[in-house]
């Protein structure tokens, strides 16, 4: 069973930054693909970014590409999104996902996710 812990959402002004985190427990991070998703009020949920447990390659979604950086840092059994250049359309609950399966291709692991909200 692996735990995920988001942080670092809230408030702040379109053009702002802000930089989430994504707390796993267990030994098998490193290993594990991470993403992020959000989903906004009467919207469905959205893929944002993903990052692969063994190449670290990184992949986003059009919405946030060149301004959603992915990173992840195993020793910390963490993984970052750093949103720059923020958009009032980027408000959404953001939730990190753990450990692609590749069956089903949905992730096995969610946590409880943390708000962003983007003022105009």
């Known amino acids: 069973q692996v735990q995920l812990v988001e942080s670092g959402g809230g408030l702040v002004q379109a053009g702002g930054s802000l930089r989430l985190s994504c707390v796993a427990s267990?030994?098998?991070?490193?290993?594990?693909?991470m993403a992020w998703f959000r989903q906004a009020p009467g919207k469905e949920r959205e893929w944002v970014s993903a990052?692969?447990?063994?190449?670290?390659?990184?992949y986003y979604s059009d919405s946030v590409k060149g301004r959603f950086t992915i990173s992840r840092d195993n020793a910390k059994n963490t993984v970052y999104l750093q949103m720059n250049s923020l958009k009032p359309e980027d408000t959404a609950v953001y939730y990190c996902?753990?450990?692609?399966?590749?069956?089903?291709?949905?992730?096995?692991?969610w946590g409880q996710g943390t708000q962003v909200t983007v003022s105009s």
């Open positions: 996902a753990a450990d692609l399966d590749d069956v089903t291709n949905s992730f096995v692991y």
């Open positions: 267990g030994r098998a991070f490193s290993s594990y693909s």
């Open positions: 990052i692969n447990g063994g190449s670290g390659n990184t």
